[in-house]
C-alpha cells in the first residue's frame, strides 16, 4: 500500500510538472494622440504604448490576457499565425467572437501549442487596424529542441507597415461612402517614420555590438502595400518565415508582404557606425520611404545618407520567393524534422479556386471571392454553429468550388464554406486584377507550393513544389496570377480566410471556412469557455451540452 501511495504521488508530481509555463498580461485598451507622419492623429494604444507590448513566448506556453476595452466602441484582438488548435473561440475574429463592449473587460486564454516562429496581432474589428493597436508576438524554440543556429547575441522585433494620416473612423466613413481610401501617406517602422519634424533622424532602434550576430525579426502590419526591407551594408541570413526554419540563404533585400513575417540574422562585421534600416514600397508608382537606425556599439558617426536602393519590378519578388526552401532537416516546435512530414506524397480529395471580384452592389464598391462580399453577421458564425442555429444566420457553402464566369454579379451576405475535418485540400487562389494580393487562412499552416501567371489549369500542378514549399500561413497572389496551396483541414473550428489588405477586406473579400468533427470530441475540439462574450441570436439560448 505505502508503495502504491508513492506512486500515486509521483504521478501526480509529474502531471503538476507537465503542465505547460503560464504567461499572464493585463492590457488597457485606449485612444491616444501620435503624429508619426507630423499630423496628429487618433491612435489606439495598448497600455500606452504604440506599437502596442511584444509577446515573448515559448512553444506551448499559456497565454492569460485580460483586455479592457478603455475606447468608445466595441473591440477585438486577433493573433496573426497562432493556430488556437481545437480552439477557434479564442481566434478573435468577427466570425468566432462577439465584440468586448466600451467600458468591459475580457480575457482571452490559449496556448501556443506546436509552434515556433514570428508573429503579430493587431484589432480585428472594423478599420481598427489603421488606428494601431498591433505588436510582435514570438513563440521560441523550448530549450532542449535544436535550433538550426546559434542563439543570437539579441533578438529584435520589426513591424514595418504603411500608415495612413485619416483616423480609422474617416477611413471606414470614405469605405461606406463606396469610396477608396487611396494611397496611404506613408510608412513606419514601430510606429515612427525615421525622421523628427526638422528632418533629424529618430534615435537608434537598435544597438549592435562589433562581430556578433542578431535576430531581426520583420513582420508586414501595414493596411495595403508589400514593403521591402533592407539594412545599409548587411547582409541578411534568412532563417525563418511564417512560423517554419526555412534554409539558410542570403539577401541583400527581402519583400515582406502584408501580413507575413520572417526572421533574419544579420552580423554586426562592418566598420563600426550607424547604418539605416530601410522599408520601401513596392509595385507602385509613387515611393514611400521609413528608415531607423541601427547603433554599433558606442558609435558617434552616423549613417550615408545615401540609401541602398529597392528592387523594382515583379519579375524580382517572383525569382526571390521561388528562392525560399523549407528546411527539411532542422525542427520546428518538435524534435522530429520538419521534412518528415511529406506533404507532396498525400492524395488530394478536393480544389477550390476562389477568385476574387470587385464590383458595385446598390451603387457602392464591393470586393468578393467566387461571386460573394462577406459581411458580418450579428452572431458570430461560429456561435450561431455551436447553438445549432447556423440556418438562421448564414448559409453554408453559397459560393462553389469553381469561380462564376466573368462579370457576374456579387451577392452581399455571410460567406461560409464548408470543409470537410481531415480532408487534404488544394486551395487555388485567383488574382484577375492588376494589383498584388495577399491572402491569410488563420488556425492553420499551408504549403505554398506553387505560383504562376495567367489562369490556373490541372496542367500546372506540375510546376509545384512538392518537397520542400515553406508551410505558412500568408501568401501573397501577383498580378493576373496564381498561387496555389495545399494542406489537410484537422483543426476543427470555424477559421477566417481572408484578405490581408484591409480595404478589401472591409468591403468584403473574405469568407470563414467551417471545420467540424464528426465525433464532437474533446480530442477535437475544446468546449466553449464559460467566460465567453454572446451577442445577437444566441443571447438567452440554453447552453449546448458540452463535448467528451
Not at 260 to 280: G, I
Not at 297 to 325: C, H, I, T
Request: hydrophobic share 35%.
Amino acid at each position: 500500500m505505502a508503495l502504491l501511495a508513492l506512486l500515486s504521488t509521483l504521478l501526480a508530481l509529474s502531471a503538476v510538472r507537465a503542465e505547460d509555463p503560464y504567461l499572464f498580461f493585463t492590457w488597457n485598451v485606449t485612444y491616444g494622440t501620435i503624429a508619426p507622419l507630423g499630423v496628429p492623429q487618433q491612435a489606439i494604444l495598448i497600455n500606452g504604448q504604440f506599437p502596442g507590448p511584444n509577446i515573448n513566448s515559448t512553444t506551448n506556453n499559456n497565454i492569460v490576457l485580460n483586455v479592457f476595452n478603455n475606447l468608445d466602441e466595441p473591440f477585438l484582438l486577433t493573433w496573426n499565425g497562432i493556430q488556437q488548435r481545437k480552439n477557434s473561440w479564442q481566434d478573435g475574429m468577427p466570425g468566432t467572437n462577439c465584440p468586448i463592449p466600451p467600458g468591459t473587460n475580457y480575457t482571452y486564454h490559449f496556448q501556443v501549442k506546436d509552434q515556433i516562429g514570428s508573429f503579430f496581432y493587431f484589432p480585428s474589428l472594423g478599420m481598427h487596424r489603421a488606428a494601431g493597436g498591433f505588436g510582435g508576438l514570438r513563440i521560441n524554440s523550448r530549450l532542449l529542441i535544436p535550433v538550426p543556429f546559434d542563439d543570437p547575441a539579441d533578438d529584435y522585433t520589426v513591424l514595418i507597415g504603411d500608415w495612413y494620416t485619416k483616423s480609422h473612423k474617416v477611413l471606414a466613413g470614405i469605405l461606406d461612402a463606396g469610396r477608396s481610401i487611396g494611397n496611404p501617406a506613408g510608412v513606419l517602422m514601430n510606429g515612427l517614420s525615421g525622421k523628427d519634424a526638422t528632418g533629424k533622424d529618430d534615435p537608434p532602434l537598435f544597438t549592435m555590438e562589433a562581430g556578433k550576430t542578431y535576430r531581426y525579426r520583420i513582420c508586414n502590419v501595414g493596411l495595403k502595400l508589400s514593403l521591402n526591407f533592407r539594412i545599409q551594408g548587411h547582409l541578411m541570413k534568412l532563417v525563418e518565415m511564417d512560423g517554419s526554419h526555412t534554409v539558410q540563404n542570403d539577401y541583400e533585400s527581402l519583400d515582406v508582404h502584408v501580413g507575413q513575417c520572417l526572421s533574419v540574422l544579420v552580423t554586426a562585421n562592418q566598420e563600426p557606425k550607424d547604418y539605416y534600416m530601410v522599408a520601401s514600397t513596392r509595385f507602385t508608382k509613387y515611393m514611400r520611404t521609413a528608415t531607423g537606425v541601427a547603433r554599433y556599439a558606442g558609435s558617434k558617426v552616423p549613417p550615408s545618407p545615401e540609401l541602398p536602393a529597392g528592387p523594382v519590378g515583379w519579375a524580382w519578388s517572383f525569382n526571390q520567393w521561388r528562392s525560399f526552401r523549407w528546411n527539411l532537416t532542422a525542427s520546428a516546435a518538435r524534435p522530429n524534422p520538419q521534412g518528415s512530414y511529406h506533404y507532396g506524397s498525400i492524395n488530394i480529395t478536393r480544389t477550390i479556386k476562389l477568385a476574387s471580384s470587385v464590383g458595385l452592389v446598390n451603387g457602392k464598391r464591393r470586393f468578393g471571392l467566387n461571386g460573394v462580399s462577406h459581411v458580418d453577421s450579428p452572431t458570430p458564425l461560429k456561435l450561431a454553429e455551436y447553438y445549432g442555429i447556423s440556418g438562421k444566420v448564414f448559409k453554408y457553402d453559397s459560393i462553389g468550388d469553381e469561380p462564376p464566369a466573368s462579370g457576374a454579379s456579387i451577392t452581399v451576405a455571410p460567406n461560409v464554406l464548408n470543409a470537410t475535418y481531415r480532408d487534404y485540400i488544394e486551395i487555388i487562389l485567383e488574382n484577375p486584377e492588376r494589383s498584388i494580393q495577399c491572402y491569410h487562412l488563420d488556425g492553420y499552416s499551408f504549403f505554398a507550393a506553387g505560383m504562376g501567371h495567367g489562369k490556373w489549369t490541372p496542367a500546372s500542378r506540375r510546376t509545384y513544389n512538392l518537397l520542400d514549399a515553406v508551410s505558412r500561413h500568408t501568401i501573397q497572389v501577383y498580378p493576373r496570377s496564381w498561387s496555389a496551396i495545399m494542406l489537410t483541414f484537422d483543426n476543427a473550428g470555424m477559421w477566417s480566410l481572408r484578405s490581408e489588405l484591409w480595404e478589401r477586406h472591409y468591403l468584403g473579400q473574405q469568407l470563414y471556412v467551417s471545420v467540424v468533427s464528426p465525433a464532437r470530441s474533446l480530442r477535437d475540439e475544446y468546449n466553449m469557455p464559460d467566460n465567453t462574450l454572446l451577442c445577437g441570436d444566441v443571447v438567452g439560448l440554453p447552453k449546448p451540452p458540452s463535448y467528451v
